[in-house]
């Protein structure tokens, strides 16, 4: 008797009449004791002990199964009840109602004979969790939750339904389950199966007369009817697809110091900070420094990528003032997402860590060659500062040279692959310069953050070991493929918002699971990018910013704005004639000098109307800048009615210092150009839109000479004596033509920019070596050569119209 009134106070004093569950009681009827209301049932699980059904009513312990199953799956958290079914008799028939959850990985199903292995597991995970999650700070789960408010371990719940008689074996595991197991989230509900008595065992017997829990002599309980199954099936359904869906996100400030803290950190032994929380509550802390140098970062299309990218970028810089640290950035797949970095027109503030950002540049790969450049002429400006002073690393260089500016760089390349992809010269240079910068950069403070969607096949990466290798960093986002080792699967079966952070080359004994934060909304970013700038240094300029999509306005060059004629009102000794913009880190422009010198003229060649007359139009332009109003003479003359707006807007604009020429007339302004290549005039420059639609009308004779061969003279004997021409030829054949045919020499043609003409038609006799350059035309963009400069061709972006 005394039994069962301490099991009817426990339920009245837990419920106090009302139905407010203790923590891990869950109910499976109602008790009726005399004249007292009835009250819930309740039975101690989670966190608390084990249960234990017997008894001939088979459908009462079904149903007791079902409701405290179902109630603990729907009063966790989603995910936090894992359940481990062993039904040897009905192959897990029992249990079907529960089906879904296995979608989520939250049921798994032990075949007959599998009880032992079972056991096995569940023992280990106790061990385990008491090892290293309790650590001897906490007695047990329950009570590390509390303390923490964070519960690194979901419920275990062992679903024995039966089964032959237990070995010694199982049933010494089977007792450390019943004897640890509660503390560590792991518990046993048991049917036809003998558990042993301990207090955290409640045993339930569901008989023809009624119910008891507490044994035979126990408490009468009214056992609840079984849940529907169609409840069952859709909670359970509801619970998979929230997990498969993902937790949400932490909050990306959990990854921030308090701001009277940013800015306090020293870079020069590495850059460390969090980029989100382990399972146990804990920050996962990323390192770039001598050990890891770089990191690989992988991820199929929607599984956070960018997001990663953005919380780590935010946390080192809220951690490294711009002196410490600078970034940059491109992304080879079309977006705008790192464009919030730079300064723009929705928000002038800008990330002051930041030096380049690159979008819109899938097209554009030479772009990406030319940051490995910039980043690869940086490494050797620091080693040999290095050699100077005897040292051989950053942070020792920077102890020997403290006035000098010394920060880590991190350059972040999203779908690097772009760059690599195919078996020409940008992606074998590319490749060459991305192996040294990651051999040689450790020492130097420059590290290599390469992202790619899906990383198969890129043979110019993977074909070279040594450059793998020096990738120890791995972060695989969920479903990643070949980031880490290759036994490693650890991030196929990742949740959203959760990735693999691994130090050790992708071996998996360097797994560590982290949750990652939301980190790339607009608002979300900008808040800590408004703290940044405000705080920014007073000398501080903002990001390069190079958009793909973007056509550049001549006005706005750095190069043009540079531009001015001489002080003492003279003529420039070497004018500049500005063509576009060089696909570079710096923002230069394609600059063609003019000096008095053989050869010293340009042709525009190709189809594309208004690139070509962008090409002069801007070389016009900037020339006209550096000379003082009426010291230089501008012939256009527009020979193709498409090419007359732009070129009669540069005539109106020149104003008193052009002169307009048409097809009729393109004869006198060749005639009195080569008849005047023997004064002492001042300089001259001919702007020759679609020069090669005069073919006729030079063709005619004009004095002594036909108009071709007027031309000819003026190409060849005009830049010594201060006359340039700078014409478009629709075509290298026409200009061939125009030259005086296949077997003409073009010497006089120092140098071009090609449009839609293919590299097998330059030539020789235009590019040096066999075969012409290796270039493939796209829209608004150019190959700029010049005999006396370069000795590859220049991708260019034409400058935009200027009106």
């Known amino acids: 008797m005394s039994t069962l009134l301490s099991l009817l106070l426990f339920h009245v004093i837990c419920c106090n009449f009302t139905f407010t569950e203790p923590p891990g009681a869950l109910r499976i009827g ?35 199964v079902s409701a405290l199953l179902l109630r603990a799956a729907g009063r966790a958290d989603p995910g936090a009840v894992r359940l481990i079914g062993y039904d040897p008799e009905h192959l897990g028939g029992g249990l079907a109602g529960f089906a879904p959850l296995g979608t989520a990985g939250l049921l798994t199903f032990v075949g007959p004979g599998g009880l032992g292995r079972l056991l096995d597991d569940l023992v280990e995970q106790i061990r385990r969790i008491n090892e290293t999650v309790l650590a001897g700070e906490h007695g047990s789960l329950r009570e590390l939750a509390s303390a923490t408010g964070r519960r690194p371990e979901p419920w275990r719940v062992a679903v024995l339904l039966g089964g032959d008689e237990l070995s010694r074996h199982e ?15 792991v518990h046993l509900v048991v049917r036809g199966i003998p558990l042993p008595d301990d207090p955290t065992v409640t045993r339930v017997v569901a008989g023809a007369s009624g119910a008891l829990i507490g044994g035979p002599s126990g408490l009468p309980v009214r056992l609840d009817p079984p849940p529907p199954a169609t409840l069952v099936t859709e909670t359970c359904r509801e619970i998979a697809a929230q997990v498969n869906a993902g937790p949400p996100p932490t909050p990306f400030t959990d990854l921030l110091p308090p701001p009277e803290q940013m800015w306090r950190e020293d870079s020069a032994s590495g850059l460390t900070a969090p980029i989100g929380e382990g399972p146990q509550g804990r920050p996962v802390r990323l390192t770039l420094g001598d050990y890891p140098p770089h990191a690989l970062i992988g991820g199929p299309s929607g599984t956070g990528k960018t997001n990663l990218i953005f919380a780590w970028i935010g946390a080192l810089a809220a951690r490294y003032s711009p002196s410490e640290l600078e970034f940059y950035l491109l992304d080879f797949k079309e977006g705008v997402s790192f464009a919030r970095f730079a300064q723009g027109r929705r928000d002038p503030s800008w990330l002051p860590h930041m030096r380049l950002v690159g979008i819109n540049v899938n097209t554009d790969r030479e772009f990406g060659l030319a940051l490995l450049r910039f980043l690869t002429e940086e490494l050797r400006r620091r080693a040999d500062a290095a050699k100077k002073h005897e040292v051989t690393k950053l942070a020792e260089l920077r102890a020997v040279d403290p006035t000098g500016h010394w920060p880590r760089i991190v350059a972040v390349v999203d779908e690097f692959q772009m760059l690599l992809a195919g078996r020409d010269v940008v992606a074998r240079e590319a490749a060459d310069l991305l192996e040294d910068l990651a051999r040689r950069g450790r020492s130097q403070g420059i590290h290599l953050v390469l992202a790619s969607q899906d990383v198969r096949g890129i043979e110019a990466l993977w074909g070279r070991p040594a450059l793998v290798a020096q990738f120890t960093l791995r972060i695989a986002l969920p479903k990643a493929l070949r980031i880490l080792a290759e036994r490693n699967d650890a991030a196929q079966s990742l949740p959203r918002w959760h990735a693999v952070v691994n130090a050790e080359s992708g071996m998996v004994e360097g797994n560590e699971i982290a949750r990652i934060p939301s980190a790339s909304d607009w608002e979300t970013w900008s808040g800590l990018q408004h703290r940044l700038w405000r705080m920014r240094p007073a000398d501080a300029a903002p990001a390069r910013l190079f958009d793909g999509d973007a056509i550049p306005r001549l006005a706005e060059a750095p190069d043009y704005r540079a531009l001015h004629a001489p002080a003492d009102g003279g003529a420039p000794r070497s004018p500049v004639a500005l063509l576009g913009e060089i696909i570079d880190v710096q923002s230069r422009s394609a600059a063609l000098r003019l000096p008095r010198a053989p050869g010293r003229n340009l042709a525009v060649l190709g189809t594309r109307v208004d690139e070509a007359c962008a090409v002069l139009d801007a070389a016009a332009r900037s020339l006209a800048r550096q000379h003082p109003p009426g010291t230089a003479r501008f012939s256009i003359a527009c020979l193709d009615p498409d090419a007359d707006p732009i070129a009669r807007a540069l005539y109106e604009d020149l104003a008193d210092d052009a002169a ?20 002492a005039g001042g300089p001259h420059y001919l702007l020759l839109f679609a020069v090669d639609a005069a073919a006729g009308t030079l063709a005619a004779p004009a004095g002594r000479r036909t108009g071709l061969e007027q031309l000819r003279r003026i190409l060849h004997d005009g830049p010594e004596r201060r006359t340039h021409v700078l014409a478009w030829w629709r075509g290298v054949a026409r200009m061939r033509a125009d030259l005086g045919g296949p077997a003409a020499r073009t010497d006089q043609i120092g140098a071009w920019v090609a449009l839609d003409a293919h590299g097998g038609e330059l030539g020789s006799s235009l590019y040096p070596g066999t075969g012409g350059p290796d270039w493939y035309p796209r829209p608004w963009r150019g190959l700029f050569f010049d005999r006396a400069v370069h000795r590859t061709g220049q991708v260019i972006i034409p400058y935009g119209p200027s009106r």
């Open 30 to 64: 109602t008790v009726h004791i005399d004249d007292v209301d009835p009250v819930p049932a309740l039975v101690p699980l989670l966190d608390a002990g084990h249960v234990h059904l017997s008894g001939d009513d088979r459908a009462g312990c079904d149903a007791v």
């Open 660 to 679: 307009w020429y048409d097809e009729e007339t393109v004869g006198e302004l060749m005639a009195e150009t080569a008849d005047g290549l023997g004064g």
């Open 171 to 185: 049933r010494g595991q089977l007792e450390r389950v019943v004897r640890a197991g509660a503390a560590c989230g």
